[in-house]
C-alpha cells in the first residue's frame, strides 16, 4: 500500500518532539520580551536598568524552570486574586453579590460558572490557591501521562485544554450538586417549617395564662426558624475533584500541612478523612463550608479518574480526528 507524504511526516511526529519544539518557542517569546522591556527601557537612567533586568530574571527563571501545569494553575491563581480584588472596591459589592456568587433561588445559572473563581475573604483565597498550586499540578501530571499512553497515540503539544476541561467541568459539577441539594432538599424543608401551623398551649386558669404570656418564648422561636439557604462561591468544588484525582492517580504519595503541625500522612488517608468530614458536616447541616459541593467534587474527580482520559480522547477523535497519528502498515 503506498505511504503518503503527510502520513509519513505525521508518524515520524511524537508527543515529546511537540513539547520540545514549543519550549523552544515559550523560549524564544521571554527572550523576545525582555528585548522588548530592553529597547523600552533605554529612556530610563542607566543606574536603574540593572535593576530592571534583574527583577526580569528573578520573575522568569522560576516561572519558566516550573512545569507547565504549575504555570496554568498559577495563571487561575491570578485570575482568582483579581476577582477578590474587586471584592474589595465598596461600589462593586452589590454587583459582584448577584454576578458572582451562585444562590440557588435566584433564578441564575451563569453564576454556578462565576462563582466558581470568586472569593470574598483573603483567607479562602490562600487556601484554595496553595491547594490548586500542588494537587492540580499534580492532577495535570496525570493528564499529560494518560494522554502518552493513548492508543492510538494522539498528538498533543500541551495538556492545558485538556486540564482546563477538567477543571471548569468539576467546578460546574460540584455547584450543581450543592445547587440541587438546595432546591430539591432543604428548600422544601424550610417550605414545610414556614407553612407549619402554630400551636398554642391550652391553660386553664388566668394565673397559668399569665405565666405562658410570662415565659421567655424567642428560644423556641428561635429554634423553629428555618435556617436560610445561603449563596456560595469559590473553586473548593473543582479543587476537590483534583484533590482526588491526585489521590487515585498517585496513591503512593504523601501530604502534609505547611504549618504545624506538619506530620506527613499517606494521600488517601488524608483524602479520605476529608471526605469523612464533609459527610458528617453534610448530614448534620453545618454551614461553614459547602459541604455537598465538596462532596459533588470529590465525586467527579474520582468519576474522571476512571473515564476522563478515555472521553477526552474519544472527544478529540471526534472533533479532530486528524491528531491521531495514522498506523502504516509494512
Excluded at 540593572?50 to 498559577?74: D, I, V
Excluded at 468544588?237 to 492517580?249: D, F, K, M, Q, R
Aim: glycine share 6%; net charge positive; with cysteine.
Amino acid at each position: 500500500m503506498p505511504v503518503s507524504a503527510t502520513s509519513w511526516l505525521s508518524q515520524s511526529v511524537t508527543n515529546a518532539d511537540l513539547k520540545r519544539a514549543h519550549r523552544v518557542e515559550l523560549v524564544k517569546k521571554w527572550r523576545a520580551w525582555f528585548n522588548d522591556i530592553t529597547d523600552e527601557a533605554r529612556g530610563i537612567p542607566k543606574v536603574v536598568r540593572p535593576w530592571l533586568a534583574a527583577g526580569y530574571a528573578a520573575f522568569m527563571n522560576p516561572y519558566g524552570n516550573s512545569s507547565e501545569g504549575k504555570r496554568l494553575c498559577w495563571k487561575i491563581c491570578l485570575f482568582n486574586a483579581a476577582i477578590w480584588v474587586a471584592w474589595k472596591v465598596k461600589r462593586f459589592q452589590a454587583p459582584m453579590m448577584l454576578r458572582f456568587t451562585h444562590h440557588p433561588l435566584s433564578g441564575l445559572s451563569y453564576t454556578l460558572f462565576t462563582s466558581m473563581f470568586s472569593h470574598k475573604s483573603f483567607f479562602h483565597l490562600l487556601c484554595n490557591c496553595l491547594a490548586l498550586e500542588s494537587f492540580g499540578s499534580a492532577a495535570y501530571l496525570y493528564l499529560v501521562r494518560e494522554q502518552d499512553k493513548a492508543a492510538p497515540e494522539q498528538l498533543e503539544v500541551s495538556a492545558s485544554w485538556h486540564f482546563l476541561g477538567f477543571f471548569l467541568s468539576a467546578g460546574l459539577f460540584s455547584g450543581l450538586v450543592s445547587h440541587v441539594v438546595s432546591t430539591k432538599l432543604l428548600y422544601p424543608r424550610v417550605v414545610a417549617q414556614l407553612s407549619a401551623p402554630t400551636t398554642v398551649a391550652r391553660t386553664e386558669t388566668w394565673a397559668a395564662a399569665v405565666a405562658a404570656s410570662a415565659a421567655p418564648a424567642t428560644a423556641a422561636a428561635a429554634k423553629a426558624t428555618p435556617k436560610p439557604i445561603l449563596p456560595s462561591l469559590g473553586a473548593s468544588g473543582a479543587i476537590y475533584a483534583s484533590v482526588t484525582l491526585t489521590a487515585l492517580a498517585f496513591p503512593e504519595s504523601q501530604i502534609s500541612l505547611i504549618i504545624p503541625p506538619s506530620y506527613p500522612i499517606d494521600i488517601q488517608t488524608g483524602v479520605g478523612a476529608l471526605v469523612l468530614l464533609d459527610i458528617i458536616g453534610a448530614t448534620r447541616g453545618w454551614r461553614m463550608f459547602d459541604h455537598w459541593a465538596h462532596l459533588g467534587g470529590a465525586a467527579f474527580g474520582a468519576a474522571y479518574y476512571c473515564y476522563g482520559p478515555a472521553f477526552w480522547q474519544n472527544l478529540r477523535r471526534t472533533f479532530n480526528p486528524t491528531t491521531t497519528i495514522p498506523v502504516v502498515p509494512t
